[in-house]
């Protein structure tokens, strides 16, 4: 009996990695735009963080959808608009932070318990969404500096971290387009270690003559290179480009 079982559970699991796999393939075929929940969360439960989310509006993510317009129409996507962001009711619960320099066991349980938590943590918005975000923001008094953000193509999800200021607001949405193409297959294109972007596929002009200081940072690079050495983050999404790499692994250049 428990033979027969076991063997119902790992072909619901097989059926599942199937479905899922059929429905990741079919996102990058891009028929069709994908929406985006977008889930606020007091990371750090101050006063002044939770007066912030009271002020978030659908309008204040409006510009996310706008730059995807925008950088799709240089790849021909033939999508007015692929992304559509809708922003939901703030969720209480954290979602659970990834091992710091983990296994991959312990990150393959990682990556379940959020699946879970976002299976569970997923107030209804109008339109069911292909993708969900957990927006994670924090008081920079009392954060200078934020833990690394980080999103699942498995399940679509993401938990991104970033400050509750409106003085932020715009780096924020560099974040968040960011979190939300890695769940989209888009690979990171820097160093990790120097969070320098890396050449080519990192530099938004890299047949630029001279190559610095750039212009534009690459979304999935993450900094404008001014130097060999030095690199700033963008200001805002009208300082990034997306790259023919991150459009190649999103679907949108084949």
Known sequence: MWRHLRIIILLLILATVVQQTWLDKADLAWKRNLYVAIYPVNADGSEKVSAYLRTLTREDFEPVAEYFAEESAQYKLGLRRPIELQLGAQVEDIPPEPPAN???????????????????????????PDIRLYLLYHDPVTHSKLSHSTALNKGRIGRVNLFGDHAYAKQNLVITAHELLHTLNATDKYDLSTTLPAYPDGFAEPNKSPLYPQDFAELMGGRVP???????IPKSLKHTLVGEKTAREIGWLK
């Open 102 to 128: 983990g296994s991959v066991l312990s990150t393959i349980i990682w990556s379940l318990k959020f699946r879970a938590f976002a299976w569970s943590n997923s107030p209804k918005v109008n339109v069911k």
């Open 226 to 232: 001014k130097s060999e050495t030095e690199a700033e």
